[in-house]
């Protein structure tokens, strides 16, 4: 019996040469409400954190204090001086720490600083590929949804009509109904989401919306790629 393997594709990295991209407006994340949950892990979540700030900094401290730090003690035991050896050592570790400690902040923060600054701080574009449709900045592949996870997309130019109220969004932009409810939440695509009347029977109203900044022919190329990519989930953006 042949053994079928069923697991979905990973989400790509990286944009290739298949990809069709285009440039999107800044997006203002959405603040999270805490929920009942929330009260008690925030205060759990801040604590933590102050305790390892505390302690990549300990090391650094004792470079430059020794044993003067109330509490802390040299190699021996005792409050004696340290020695430079050991000066140089704490210096150096604490460094290598806070080193490790900022590579692994620095990509989610710069991410969603790319969605949130001007253009000339960031390029941040939507993408189509067979596998699905993504939020990237420049070629990174930041966040997404395989074409297994939507149910449909339309892509609404200037002149088009739409069932989204101007209030709301003003066309060019881009609709992704996803096959699951989406969810809102501080997350790039959670802060994406606007609940109006579909644009067709059987679709949720729910949906992320994407505004472009960008050509009419970019926009064009999109709505091409998409019958190529994903046929049959194209739909108009205006009312059925």
């Known amino acids: 019996m042949a053994i079928v393997n069923r697991q979905p594709p990973r989400r790509p990295r990286r944009l290739d040469e298949r990809a069709v991209a285009a ?22 979540m801040l604590v933590v954190l102050a305790i390892g700030v505390a302690l990549l900094t300990l090391p650094i401290a004792y470079a430059f204090f020794g044993t003067d730090i109330p509490f802390v003690v040299n190699d021996a035991g005792t409050k004696a001086p340290p020695s430079f050896g050991d000066r140089a050592k704490a210096g150096a570790l604490g460094l290598l720490c806070w080193v490790v400690f900022i590579a692994a902040l620095w990509r ?34 930041v966040e997404g949804l395989e074409w297994s996870q939507v149910q449909a997309v339309s892509v609404v130019e200037e002149w088009q009509s739409t069932t989204v109220p101007t209030e709301l969004a003003r066309p060019p932009f881009v609709e992704v109904f996803p096959v699951k409810a989406a969810k809102e939440s501080a997350s790039l695509l959670g802060s994406l989401i606007v609940n109006t009347t579909p644009p067709g029977p059987g679709i949720r109203g729910k949906r992320y919306l994407i505004r472009l900044d960008c050509e009419a022919d970019d926009i064009r190329r999109l709505a091409h790629v998409l019958d190529a990519f994903a046929p049959g989930k194209r739909v108009s953006g205006g009312p059925a």
Do not use: C, K, Y
Request: no cysteine; net charge positive.
């Open 108 to 141: 989610p923060v710069r991410d969603t600083i790319a969605f949130r600054w001007p253009h000339r701080f960031a390029s941040r574009r939507i993408a189509l590929t067979p596998d699905g449709v993504w939020l990237a900045r420049g070629n990174r592949v």
């Open 23 to 44: 440039r999107i407006h800044r997006i203002r994340l959405r603040r999270a409400s805490p929920g009942t949950t929330g009260w008690f892990v925030l205060p759990l």
